[in-house]
């Protein structure tokens, strides 16, 4: 059946191709539509999405492109989050190589930090129970200790929170949405870090860091620094022209290889250019505070004022992008970097839905929420043991091979004869439409 004709009234009055008429369109609506052209059922003449008064093949075609191609509705002037928080930033700069929209309640690359701390600068200790998503944000928070750290050596008296992605960015633009903490000695911050606490082929790397911080005695200020391979000191304050405690506000950095441009509300506020860090790094968001001796010696206390003990105090953050890219991220000029091609197969027509809840984009070379099975087998149907080295992204493509057994386990008992490759996801998912292209 090629097509289904039916009278035409005003399906004007609705939504086109809203085929159940429920005032949406989502997938249900298209199943319908599938339907009806299967000879399965009837649609309404709302459901004539291209309105050329009959329902047929296009129509359903239109119906996924407006599904996973949504019109953004224009935002209000000052739009209010589900927490009735307002949200006077930009909107996320989609698609992007990697998209973590706490909003839609799933952590994405990201994870929590728990039972270990920092420097002697933080007075905490990082804590997954101070970490959380709630209400359409993110949210970091500063308690009191947990652990009986107040008698330790190092004396941390407090909890804080962190979050952290599980994969390692290059250059490209980083940006987040964020309502800062606004009290004496604490910080909230989103920048790129790696050191040598993170060991890549063998070696540790170095320290490298581009830093956003709102420091909570003065939240109508931004602190910008970076360090390279150690090397910090190049600290400077911005203006914001507003109080970074009272809503959401975007921030964001270009790095590029010889120079580093922040961003505020899409608007660009200041650079530096020279020594760059040059190092693939994790992307970080904290709350923490800082160290408060009541002592005019220590710098702690004159970059962030004694902290006053006050607890809970909570930083919250809506969404991370992060998009790999050579050009400039100015805002009037914000075209979106050219998806790239398969090399031996084009992209489909649909193309990806860049707003879903989780997107991982092996053609971006990143592996996004999943990770490789890795020294394992299934049930008797599988003739293979799973292998890291059978699945590898390459080329913009992800690839999982069947090959020789590599361990020998054509002597095994459940004689399992050859080597495979699996991808799963960290995280859990539920009820909701799954897509890849394959």
Not at 12 to 29: E, K, T, V
Not at 192 to 201: F, H
Not at 381 to 405: G, H, M, P, S, T
Request: proline residues 5%; glycine residues 10%.
């Amino acid at each position: 059946m090629l097509a289904v004709c039916f009278c035409a009234t005003a399906a004007s009055a609705g939504i086109s191709g809203d085929a159940n008429n429920d005032g949406r369109l989502d997938y249900s609506d298209a199943s319908m539509l599938r339907d009806a052209l299967l000879g399965k059922g009837s649609v309404p003449a709302e459901a004539d999405a291209d309105q050329n008064h009959s329902i047929d093949a296009r129509d359903l075609s239109v119906v996924k492109q407006n599904i996973l191609n949504p019109k953004q509705p224009e935002q209000p002037e000052q739009p209010a989050t589900p927490s009735g928080i307002q949200d006077l930033g930009t909107e996320p700069k989609l698609p992007a190589t990697m998209y973590s929209n706490f909003r839609s309640g799933d952590a994405g690359d990201f994870f929590a930090s728990d039972g270990w701390t920092n420097g002697s600068v933080f007075d905490n200790w990082w804590y997954e129970r101070n970490t959380g998503i709630k209400d359409g944000y993110m949210y970091l928070t500063i308690d009191q200790d947990w652990g009986g750290h107040r008698n330790d050596a190092d004396k941390r008296n407090y909890s804080g929170g962190e979050y952290r992605t599980n994969e390692f960015y290059h250059y490209g633009y980083y940006e987040c949405s964020m309502q800062a903490i606004k009290n004496d000695g604490v910080v909230s911050s989103f920048f790129t870090y790696t050191g040598p606490s993170d060991v890549v082929n063998g070696q540790k790397n170095p320290w490298d860091e581009i830093d956003i911080e709102i420091l909570g005695k003065d939240t109508t200020k931004m602190q910008i620094n970076y360090y390279r391979n150690g090397q910090g000191g190049h600290e400077r304050m911005i203006d914001l022209g507003f109080d970074a405690s009272e809503a959401f506000h975007t921030y964001g950095f270009d790095w590029q290889p010889n120079k580093v441009t922040w961003y505020v509300d899409g608007k660009e506020v200041g650079s530096m250019e020279g020594d760059m860090p040059k190092t693939p790094s994790k992307i970080m968001m904290n709350a923490w505070p800082g160290v408060g001796y009541r002592d005019a010696q220590n710098n702690t206390v004159e970059w962030l004022k004694v902290y006053d003990g006050k607890t809970p105090l909570t930083a919250r953050y809506q969404w991370v992008t992060f998009t790999k890219s050579g050009q400039s991220q100015q805002p009037d000029n914000p075209q979106q970097p050219d998806q790239p091609q398969q090399p031996d197969n084009p992209q489909p027509s649909s193309g990806m839905n860049a707003n879903a809840t989780m997107v991982s984009n092996f053609s971006a070379g990143q592996a996004g929420d999943f990770f490789a099975s890795d020294g394992w087998t299934n049930g008797s149907v599988f003739d293979c043991w799973w292998y890291k080295r059978n699945a590898e992204i390459k080329n913009n493509l992800l690839e999982l091979r069947i090959d020789q057994d590599w361990a020998g386990h054509r002597n095994d008992s459940d004689k399992r004869n050859y080597s495979g490759g699996e991808f799963r996801s960290n995280q859990f998912y539920h009820y909701g439409y799954y897509e890849t292209s394959m």
